[in-house]
T-cell receptor, first 113, second 114 residues
């Protein structure tokens, strides 16, 4: 077990709706990253938060946004859902932004219909 | 562009035989290299990493990986495969210590037959 938990495990939403995915990191891990893994592909970096501020962003539109809280929890928000947003969303935490490997949660499977 | 390539979608090996899962990368400088494994309906589990030092790194479950800077490769190996090793394996690279993102390959499905 990595100590990183995500909720919910599965979610079905309708195109155009908004969704919030949640992640609880290991205690002491002040860095959290979010990844999107489409079916049959490797994870793609969405963004990273370090000490509650965005610390890097991948090639995702602004409708993907995030928050990190002092209690080691974080959120990924996606507005105006599109069918292509259907994927496994992975949260990963680490003690610091750059040096160590990241510890992943089990993911949230989002289906947009 | 920075990228990671896993040229084999699937690798099939008989139990007890050695296995190799290939990975090459295209990143300038001195990247950090990782292997992760993913079981069905699960997140990614860290196997091993290379940051600096000895080119052969050992990780979890008897896996090891060999870093070759001249060939920009980081192949995953195991001397004797187990049926329980069957899973999806991802090679990944963090371009440098200041980079926030990890770049993943497309994955290789490892199938170990009894």
């Amino acid at each position: 077990e990595t100590g990183v938990t995500q909720s919910p495990t599965h979610l079905i939403k309708t195109r155009g709706q908004q969704v919030t995915l949640r992640c609880s990191s290991q205690s002491g891990h002040n860095t959290v990253s979010w990844y999107q893994q489409a079916l049959g592909q490797g994870p793609q970096f969405i963004f990273q938060y370090y000490r509650e501020e965005e610390n890097g962003r991948g090639n995702f539109p602004p409708r993907f946004s995030g928050l990190q809280f002092p209690n080691y929890s974080s959120e990924l928000n996606v507005n105006a859902l599109e069918l292509d947003d259907s994927a496994l969303y992975l949260c990963a935490s680490s003690p610091d932004p750059g040096r160590t490997e990241a510890f992943f949660g089990q993911g949230t499977r989002l289906t947009v219909v | 562009a920075q990228s990671v390539a896993q040229p084999e979608d699937q690798v099939n090996v008989a139990e007890g035989n050695p296995l190799t899962v290939k990975c090459t990368y295209s990143v300038s400088g001195n990247p950090y290299l990782f292997w992760y494994v993913q079981y069905p309906n699960r997140g990614l589990q860290f196997l091993l990493k290379y940051i600096t030092g000895d080119n052969l790194v050992k990780g979890s479950y008897g896996f090891e990986a060999e870093f070759n800077k001249s060939q920009t490769s980081f192949h995953l190996k195991k001397p004797s495969a187990l049926v329980s090793d069957s899973a999806l394996y991802f090679c990944a690279v963090r371009p440098d210590s200041s980079a926030s993102k990890i770049i993943f390959g497309s994955g290789t499905r490892l199938s170990i037959r009894p």
